[in-house]
């Protein structure tokens, strides 16, 4: 199995990527309890502790084909005509390489939520939040190893793409503790989770979807996280210090849907790049996909009363704001209960195994 350096379809232009940074570090010599929710939310972080070496079977292995094996019209140049005159093998390296930039983008993403979440434990004041934020430094670290070994077995890699670069970048660098949390927490998490959903929920090939149902079981608490964080922050802020994170966020949510295209898989396959551009914006299904991705963030913007008129109207024009009524705390434990299945799962087919083998 090759390393990472091996299976880049594109070599990262740098090994580092250093970002300076221009904030202060603050100790708290309060070492009282702090708030009971986030509290509890530590506590779980820390009960809830797994090893991604030894929860997931990673004998299993992808397919040839189809490697998550999705539906076809979750590939977004399905039905495109120059897409549909290929042989069986050149579909099936389109499908290997546009999975594995998907993957490759929730790995990248998860080292920027790595270290995004270890500036929170450095900068944010409260103790309780330090708390928190330092099981999400190891949960965030499990996720960068589990989506590193998944894309392993697709054989081909891609870079962090600059969409999502310029956003992290801009986050770690804003000195403003909680645009950490606004960039990180809510916007790329949320956007991920949905991402996540989708490959969790369509994907037929076992080791695929489990891989990204823990990563959800995780996730779940790092939505709430934000949440609790910026809800008890932001009324006490300016109505003007209100308005820039709303200019922030909407900004953050185009750029992300907007430029999220995958063109690089595009460009490496030799493909028509305009052809594939248009082929996604005209696509229902990719309209829909992509107004999906953002489930899980509409409903936390309004619950942290970022909420005023330019925000609900861009929301409306996106075709996104009924997702505001989403009850999210359904949504959260639905995401641990379905990675309990999985567990059960692996159990239910290890006693079978063992039992055939016993005969
Ligand atoms: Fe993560
Ligand atoms: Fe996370």
């Given at each position: 199995m090759g390393t990472l350096r091996d299976i880049y379809a594109i070599?990262?232009?740098?090994?580092?990527?250093?970002?300076?940074q221009d904030f202060d570090v603050n100790f708290n010599w309060e070492y009282d309890d702090g708030r009971a929710a986030t509290m509890g939310l530590y506590r779980k972080g820390v009960e809830m502790q797994w090893n991604a070496e030894?929860?997931?079977?990673?004998?299993?292995?992808?397919?040839e084909d189809n490697p998550e094996q999705l539906p076809e019209e979750m590939l977004p140049i399905s039905g495109m005509a120059t897409y549909e005159k290929m042989s069986r093998k050149e579909k099936a390296q389109v499908r290997r390489h546009f999975q594995g930039w998907q993957i490759s983008q929730f790995m990248q993403g998860e080292?920027?939520?790595?270290?995004?979440?270890?500036?929170?434990?450095?900068q944010v004041p409260d103790i309780d939040s330090k708390f928190y934020a330092s099981t999400q430094v190891i949960d965030e670290a499990r996720h960068v190893e589990s989506y590193k070994r998944l894309l392993q077995k697709f054989n081909v890699a891609y870079p962090m793409t600059k969409p999502l670069q310029d956003l992290i970048d801009q986050v770690l660098?804003?000195?403003?503790?909680d645009m950490t949390y606004l960039g990180m927490q809510v916007v790329i998490e949320g956007l991920a989770l949905a991402a996540?959903?989708?490959?969790?929920?369509?994907?037929?090939?076992?080791?695929?979807?489990?891989?990204?149902?823990?990563?959800?079981?995780?996730?779940?608490?790092?939505v709430a996280f934000g949440r609790l964080a910026l809800r008890d922050y932001y009324p006490q802020l300016t109505q003007k210090e209100r308005d820039e994170r709303e200019q922030f966020l909407l900004e953050a949510c185009y750029l992300m849907r907007d430029r999220f295209d995958a063109v690089e898989v595009w460009k490496t396959l030799g493909l028509n790049v305009e052809e594939?551009?248009?082929h996604m914006y005209d696509s229902g299904f990719m309209q829909k996909f992509r107004g999906s991705l953002f489930t899980r963030i509409v409903p936390i913007v309004k619950d942290i009363g970022l909420w005023g008129k330019t925000i609900r109207d861009s929301y409306e024009e996106m075709g996104i704001i009924g997702f505001a009524n989403t009850d999210v705390q359904a949504l959260q434990d639905s995401d641990v209960n379905i990675a309990k299945e999985f567990d059960a799962r692996r159990a239910y087919v290890e006693s079978v195994a063992g039992r055939a083998a016993a005969e």
């Open positions: 070599q990262p232009e740098e090994t580092n990527w250093p970002v300076p030894t929860r997931i079977d990673w004998s299993q292995e992808l397919d080292q920027g939520a790595l270290i995004c979440t270890a500036k929170i434990v450095t660098r804003d000195s403003r503790w996540f959903q989708q490959i969790r929920d369509n994907a037929q090939n076992p080791l695929a979807a489990a891989v990204n149902a823990y990563v959800m079981q995780d996730e779940s608490r790092h594939c551009a248009a």
